[in-house]
């Protein structure tokens, strides 16, 4: 089948996501900078999510424009990797709401942890459909980042009960590691440069 409707939905869901956060925030009463510290917590951990949120859809927009169609599986692959980042809203606001606890912390990188899993099972299926000489399967490769990801995740989590602080510090890590342009995908569907 297409993949018209799993991208559009995909977006929509992303976008809603994205409000959810972002109305989390509470004005503040007051008309001076001092009635926004209080929010720099919520603030921090709110660009964090954004990030990381902004991150998946970018992503998954670069996946999707690789393959060809979509079956059953992928359908529900891709429902899964939108239910771990429906919870993202909520763990950013309790963790932000909390000033970085490490209870919150860790729920957050389960959080993150369960995202890369379900993003790595949605990569799997359509690897799967496509097959081992797809662009994709080309275009992915060994997908060191992902693994990298997932385990600086497995890390933080039980690091919270040392310091959240070094769990933070890896969250920030993956993200930066993420933010630095992935063309593999690019590279691939482009073909070869003209000699």
């Known amino acids: 089948m297409g993949k018209g409707r799993l991208e ?3 977006d929509g869901v992303i976008a809603i996501i994205i409000t959810i956060m972002v109305l989390e925030m509470k004005v503040p009463h007051g008309t001076d900078f001092a009635t926004l510290a209080p929010l720099v917590p919520v603030f921090l951990s709110y660009v964090l999510s954004f990030v990381f949120v902004g991150i998946y859809w970018n ?3 670069h ?3 690789a393959v060809q169609k979509v079956s059953g599986g992928a359908l529900w692959a891709n429902l899964h990797l939108l239910f771990w980042l429906s919870l993202i809203p909520f763990v950013t606001g309790w963790m932000g709401e909390n000033h970085f606890a490490a209870t919150p912390v860790a729920l957050y990188g389960v959080v993150l942890l369960m995202c890369g899993v379900a993003y790595f099972i949605l990569v799997r299926v359509l690897l799967s459909h496509h097959g081992r000489e797809s662009a ?4 992915l490769g060994k997908d060191t ?3 990298v990801s997932l385990a600086c995740y497995l890390a933080a989590i039980p690091l919270c009960l040392v310091h959240a602080w070094i769990a933070i510090a890896l969250y920030v890590a993956v993200a930066i590691m993420w933010l ?3 063309r593999r995908i690019e590279r691939v569907l ?3 440069l003209p000699g």
């Not at 994709?136 to 275009?139: G, I």
């Open 8 to 10: 559009a939905f995909s």
């Open 59 to 61: 992503n998954h927009h």
């Open 63 to 65: 996946l999707l424009h």
């Open 136 to 139: 994709l399967a080309r275009a």
């Open 145 to 147: 980042k992902g693994i």
């Open 180 to 182: 630095v342009p992935d």
């Open 190 to 192: 482009a073909g070869p």
